[in-house]
Nanobody, 115 residues
Framework: QVQLVESGGGLVQPGGSLRLTCAAS????????MAWYRQAPGKQRELVAT???????NYADSVKGRFTISRDNAKNTVYLQMNSLKPEDTTVYYC?????????WGQGTQVTVSS
């Protein structure tokens, strides 16, 4: 069973950077596909980035070139480096782990991009 805890959110000015961290429990972390999602109030949940257990990454067009997802299997941790942040990036970001047909969610961390 996997438990996920996000951290690293906060307030940043437009053009700034944040790094989100998702710490996962369980020895099967290295078998999982990891992802970051976000959902702002009144908007649908959006897939931001995914990374396979081998490190292959994919990104939503809205964040491509600005965000980088990475993982450290030895630490059971996935990261989202967020650069060139825009006000429209403001929302709660959620970590997701998918293992086979099962998936797990963290509680979310708030990112606010504002002057």
């Amino acid at each position: 069973q996997v438990q996920l805890v996000e951290s690293g959110g906060g307030l940043v000015q437009p053009g700034g950077s944040l790094r989100l961290t998702c710490a996962a429990s369980g020895s099967i972390f290295r078998l999982s596909t990891m992802a970051w999602y976000r959902q702002a109030p009144g908007k649908q949940r959006e897939l931001v980035a995914t990374i396979s257990n081998s490190g292959s990454a994919n990104y939503a067009d809205s964040v491509k070139g600005r965000f980088t997802i990475s993982r450290d299997n030895a630490k059971n941790t996935v990261y989202l480096q967020m650069n060139s942040l825009k006000p429209e990036d403001t929302t709660v970001y959620y970590c997701n782990a998918r293992i086979g047909l099962d998936y797990y969610w963290g509680q979310g961390t708030q990112v606010t991009v504002s002057s």
